[in-house]
């Protein structure tokens, strides 16, 4: 045999070797980039929260020039999949070609003026995305149709239905928006009104229902009226109590996830209060003192319920938007009232920073996400990206200011023209 090949053999060997133990190649190689006009694909086989995006291979996101009446969109993200909740059902979206791969319709049709839920992604677990809708059943005879919940569950690859069934409705007349506030792989906890309408933002309307659902058993486990449902772990769920007095305080409280029994309520009574899940074992309370008016901010654990009050920056009048970033840190911009962020360590509630800082002449970011580390946002001069833990600028050209990213994928509102004028869609970005 000529000596010549011994090279390639010895080659294909190593090449072997590292195989078998896990050294040639990347268990799961990512596309995270696709050139329409010829270029190679691009592998990310060390995955990193991204600091910057690029902007020149967006895709839009299909339908998404109907989301303008929600806030966030109905968007779920995993991977390169985008999921789009829509009137046809639910959506899986290549978020790198933004094609639809795979829709998901419901059983049932669809209560008119209810748009689906918004996707959620579960947080414990192997990952599936749960859908929700209002949906009724047909009138037959003299039986009038009845309006019940469905619910599907997809895996995160956005391939397969693991789930999908219906519960009825806690109450056929005070029907309204659907929204998933929060889902485990057995557990989700569902809030039913006005508050889940559109995908808005929870507000403290009085007569939502609160509604928990076994999602093996496929039954329903309670409901709670005037109850606003906000984060949850294996033990409670954690949200406001809407007084039916509107002179009256809201409380923070904690309900047993199994039963809905109560299991602790805040000491510290407020004047409208927004709840925001802090990492899988406390929740941010932002609102106003019911005695005094001024503003506060607690951090709260789910199991014990004794606020941690937590000196932010910014003014009593502001009011707070806080993201999670799957990691260890919360951060917090304001919504309205003067321009300020700050983080909190999700697991002790610790103020980790705040802006602005004036005497170091800095800005406070218009906060739109956080991810692994990392704070999105923008401020007059264009978008930046912030360390989470330190508050130091990491990037200030990071292209988008991202409402939802991953590893891989960004998503953020565009401007695009049309025959009939400009026109606001929601566009993909690879990292």
């Not at 590292?18 to 990310?44: E, H, I, N, T, W």
């Not at 995955?47 to 806030?71: E, L």
């Not at 998901?104 to 859908?131: I, Q």
């Not at 970033?325 to 919504?335: E, H, I, K, V």
Request: charged share 20%; with cysteine; glycine share 10%.
């Amino acid at each position: 045999m000529s000596d010549k090949n011994v090279p390639l053999k010895c080659c294909f060997a190593v090449l072997a070797l590292l195989a078998c133990v896990g050294g040639a190649y990347p268990s799961r190689p990512q596309f995270v980039k696709a050139d329409p006009v010829g270029d190679q694909l691009a592998f990310r086989t060390s995955p990193r929260p991204p600091h910057a995006f690029n902007v020149r291979h967006g895709v839009v996101i299909p339908g998404s020039s109907d989301f303008s009446s929600f806030n966030p969109d109905p968007v779920a993200l995993v991977g390169t999949t985008v999921f789009v909740a829509t009137g046809a059902g639910l959506e899986a979206v290549d978020g790198l070609t933004g094609k639809t791969v795979h829709l998901w319709v419901p059983r049932r049709e669809l209560v008119p003026g209810n748009w689906p839920a918004t996707p959620y992604v579960s947080n414990t677990g192997d990952k599936s995305v749960v859908a929700g809708y209002i949906v009724h059943t047909r009138g037959v005879g003299t039986t009038a149709p009845l309006c019940e919940i469905e619910l599907q569950e997809v895996n995160a690859a956005g391939d397969r239905l693991e789930a999908d069934f219906t519960v009825p409705t806690p109450n056929q007349d005070a029907l309204g928006g659907l929204r998933i506030v929060e889902a485990t792989n057995r557990y989700v906890t569902l809030l039913i009104g006005d508050s889940g309408q559109s995908g808005e933002q929870l507000e403290q309307a009085d007569g939502d229902i609160a509604v928990e659902v076994d999602m093996q058993r496929h039954r329903i486990l309670w409901t709670a009226t005037s109850f606003i449902p906000a984060a949850g772990n294996g033990a409670v769920v954690v949200g406001s109590a809407v007084p039916v007095n509107m002179a009256d305080p809201y409380v923070i409280e904690a309900r047993d996830r199994l039963t809905g029994k109560l299991r602790w309520k805040d000491d510290e009574p407020m004047m409208e209060a927004t709840v925001f899940p802090s990492g899988k074992g406390a929740v941010l309370v932002e609102g106003n003192d019911y005695a005094t008016g001024g503003g506060l901010f607690e951090y709260v654990p789910m199991l014990s319920g004794k606020p941690l009050v937590l000196a932010k920056p910014g003014t009593t009048t502001d009011t707070w938007q806080c993201f999670f970033d799957g990691d260890r840190t919360d951060a917090c911009g304001n919504t309205s009232g003067s321009s300020a962020a700050f983080a909190v360590d999700a697991a002790t509630g610790a103020l980790l920073w705040g802006l602005p800082d004036s005497a170091h002449n800095r800005v406070a970011p218009n906060v739109t996400f956080a991810w692994r580390g990392m704070v999105y946002g923008s401020t007059n001069w264009g978008n930046v990206v912030l360390d989470i833990r330190t508050g130091k600028d990491v990037d200030d050209a990071p292209g988008i200011s991202p409402v939802v990213c991953d590893d891989y994928i960004g998503l953020a509102d565009a401007t695009r023209q049309t025959p009939n004028g400009p026109e606001t869609v929601l566009m993909a970005y690879p990292a």
